[in-house]
């Protein structure tokens, strides 16, 4: 049924999508230390210019923090429409499917949850962090290890929709 193939799409972009930008986050703070550990004599002239190397790293990780900011606010808006197309082509594809639909729900929520209260809770912290005193730093990694626990539920969540829509496909065309 073509139901599935258009589930398994939606269901293979959405994950893909989350692993994907969980590894972008790391990598662009790591890029800042590759950055700076060997940097040409060019960048290097800079670098003196802007303080020094501590001041160059707080500035680039800065940069990198507002770019991983934008990122998942994005990300988190196409997660969004991707769960909604999602559970209307598991709602009007053929046959019971009451516990894809109810999993497909809980990782729905679980974004709006993180798009509308988690992310820009941490971004506001993460912004008086970033150059102010560590007075909410505690709130802020606490905040941090919500989401990324909310990561690995959705991941979870969404593999047991995986199994799922491949046994029903499976159980389908056994039927046929």
Same mark, same amino acid.
């Given at each position: 049924?073509?139901?599935?193939?258009? @589930?398994?799409?939606?269901?293979?972009?959405? #994950?893909?999508? =989350?692993?994907?930008? !969980?590894?972008?986050?790391?990598?662009?703070?790591? =890029?800042?230390?590759?950055?700076?550990?060997?940097?040409?004599?060019?960048?290097?002239?800079?670098?003196? /210019? *802007?303080?020094?190397? !501590?001041? @160059?790293?707080?500035?680039?990780? $800065?940069?990198?923090?507002?770019?991983?900011? %934008? $990122?998942?606010? /994005?990300?988190?808006?196409?997660?969004?429409? #991707?769960?909604?197309?999602?559970?209307?082509? #598991?709602?009007?594809?053929?046959?019971?499917?009451?516990?894809? #639909?109810?999993?497909?729900?809980?990782? *729905? /929520?679980?974004?709006?949850?993180?798009?509308?209260?988690?992310?820009?809770?941490?971004?506001?912290?993460?912004? +008086?962090?970033?150059?102010?005193?560590? @007075?909410?730093?505690?709130?802020? %990694?606490?905040?941090?290890?919500?989401?990324?626990?909310?990561?690995?539920?959705?991941?979870?969540?969404?593999? @047991?929709? /995986?199994?799922?829509?491949?046994?029903?496909?499976? =159980?389908?065309?056994? +039927?046929?």
């Amino acid at each position: 049924m073509h139901f599935h193939r258009l @589930a398994a799409l939606l269901l293979g972009a959405w #994950l893909g999508g =989350s692993v994907f930008m !969980d590894m972008v986050a790391t990598q662009n703070f790591r =890029s800042v230390d590759r950055l700076l550990s060997a940097p040409p004599m060019q960048v290097a002239e800079r670098i003196q /210019v *802007l303080g020094g190397h !501590d001041a @160059a790293r707080v500035f680039l990780r $800065y940069q990198v923090s507002e770019q991983n900011r %934008w $990122y998942f606010q /994005v990300w988190e808006r196409v997660q969004i429409a #991707l769960g909604a197309v999602l559970f209307l082509v #598991l709602a009007f594809g053929a046959g019971p499917k009451r516990l894809m #639909l109810v999993l497909t729900l809980l990782v *729905l /929520v679980m974004v709006l949850l993180m798009h509308f209260f988690l992310t820009p809770e941490i971004t506001r912290l993460g912004r +008086a962090l970033d150059f102010g005193p560590a @007075a909410d730093r505690t709130r802020f %990694w606490t905040l941090h290890g919500m989401y990324s626990a909310s990561e690995l539920i959705k991941l979870g969540l969404g593999m @047991a929709l /995986v199994v799922r829509l491949l046994l029903r496909a499976k =159980s389908d065309q056994a +039927a046929r």
